[in-house]
C-alpha cells in the first residue's frame, strides 16, 4: 500500500525541477546576505557617527565641565586639553576591564588643575598593577576624551588598596584630599592645540590605548537608507519563497483554486 503523500513530493522534486528549487534557494540565500550586509553598513554608519565627536577640536576642560557642575549630556566623548599637575600618589587602577580579549586594569592618575580641583586621567590598560610603569609626575599638559563618572553602585570591598571596581568620583572623593571633577578623561596621543607636533603623554608608555566606552547616541536618521535597504532585501526573499511555493502548488501538484 503506498503512502498518499509519497507521490506529490516524487512528482514535485522530480529531477526535472532542481533547477528551479536552487534558483529558489541561491535567490534566497543572496537576498539574505545583501539584507546582512546593508544591515552591517547601517551599524557602521552609526558606529561612526557616534564617534564623530571625538574627532573635533579639543577645548579647554573647564569649558565643557565645571568643578562644581554636573556632567552635561554634551560633553560625553569630548576631546578636552587638561593642564595641570600629576599626583601620582592617588594613581587606582580599575579592574575588571577588557582590552583585546584580556581582563586587566585602568591606570588611573589625577591631574590637579589651577582651579584647586583634580580630574582622573585613564593612562591606558594593564594586565596587572605590577606590570604598570610608574605613574608621571610634575607638570601635565594631555588631550584626553570626557566621560562621565561610573556610578553602577558596585562597592569597593577594601579601601585601603588601590584597586578600585569602577570610576566613581563619588568613590574616589574619600581617597583624595580635594575636589574632583564629576567625571574623567581617556589620555589620547593627540597633540595640544599649541603644540605643532605630537608627542606620547607621559606616563602612558608600556600602557596598552584604552577605547572609550560611552560615546552620545547617532541620529535617528542615519544611514536609514542602509536599513531600509536591508529589510527590501529581505522581502524579495520572501517574496522569492512565495512564488515558488505557489507555482510549485499550481503548476507541479495541480493544486490550482
Given at each position: 500500500m503506498h503512502d498518499a503523500t509519497a507521490i506529490p513530493a516524487r512528482r514535485a522534486f522530480a529531477p526535472r525541477y532542481w533547477g528551479v528549487h536552487l534558483l529558489m534557494v541561491a535567490a534566497v540565500v543572496t537576498c539574505a546576505l545583501l539584507g546582512r550586509w546593508q544591515l552591517g553598513v547601517w551599524h557602521g554608519h552609526r558606529v561612526d557617527d557616534a564617534a564623530a565627536v571625538t574627532r573635533?577640536?579639543?577645548?579647554?576642560?573647564?569649558?565643557?565641565?565645571?568643578?562644581?557642575?554636573?556632567?552635561?549630556?554634551?560633553?560625553?566623548?569630548?576631546?578636552?586639553?587638561?593642564?595641570?599637575?600629576?599626583?601620582?600618589?592617588?594613581?587606582?587602577?580599575?579592574?575588571?576591564?577588557?582590552?583585546?580579549?584580556?581582563?586587566?586594569?585602568?591606570?588611573?592618575?589625577?591631574?590637579?588643575?589651577?582651579?584647586?580641583?583634580?580630574?582622573?586621567?585613564?593612562?591606558?590598560?594593564?594586565?596587572?598593577?605590577?606590570?604598570?610603569?610608574?605613574?608621571?609626575?610634575?607638570?601635565?599638559?594631555?588631550?584626553?576624551?570626557?566621560?562621565?563618572?561610573?556610578?553602577?553602585?558596585?562597592?569597593?570591598?577594601?579601601?585601603?588598596?588601590?584597586?578600585v571596581p569602577e570610576l566613581s568620583t563619588t568613590a574616589l572623593l574619600p581617597?583624595?584630599?580635594?575636589?574632583?571633577?564629576?567625571?574623567?578623561?581617556?589620555?589620547?596621543?593627540?597633540?595640544?592645540?599649541?603644540?605643532?607636533?605630537?608627542?606620547?603623554?607621559?606616563?602612558t608608555a608600556g600602557l596598552s590605548r584604552v577605547t572609550v566606552e560611552r560615546l552620545p547616541g547617532a541620529d535617528a536618521s542615519t544611514a536609514i537608507r542602509n536599513l531600509l535597504y536591508a529589510f527590501q532585501w529581505w522581502v524579495f526573499g520572501g517574496f522569492a519563497v512565495f512564488m515558488w511555493w505557489r507555482w510549485l502548488q499550481e503548476d507541479v501538484l495541480g493544486r490550482r483554486r
Open positions: 573635533e577640536p579639543a577645548v579647554p576642560l573647564g569649558d565643557v565641565l565645571g568643578r562644581d557642575a554636573a556632567f552635561p549630556s554634551s560633553g560625553v566623548g569630548r576631546p578636552v586639553v587638561v593642564t595641570g599637575t600629576w599626583d601620582p600618589t592617588r594613581t587606582v587602577y580599575v579592574a575588571n576591564r577588557e582590552s583585546n580579549g584580556r581582563t586587566g586594569y585602568w591606570a588611573t592618575t589625577p591631574v590637579v588643575t589651577s582651579t584647586g580641583s583634580a580630574i582622573p586621567v585613564v593612562r591606558g590598560w594593564t594586565p596587572s598593577p605590577r606590570t604598570a610603569p610608574p605613574p608621571p609626575r610634575g607638570t601635565a599638559a594631555l588631550v584626553g576624551i570626557l566621560q562621565p563618572s561610573e556610578d553602577t553602585g558596585s562597592t569597593d570591598s577594601d579601601t585601603h588598596d588601590a584597586v581617597r583624595a584630599p580635594y575636589d574632583l571633577y564629576g567625571g574623567y578623561v581617556v589620555a589620547t596621543d593627540r597633540s595640544l592645540p599649541a603644540a605643532g607636533t605630537s608627542a606620547p603623554t607621559p606616563g
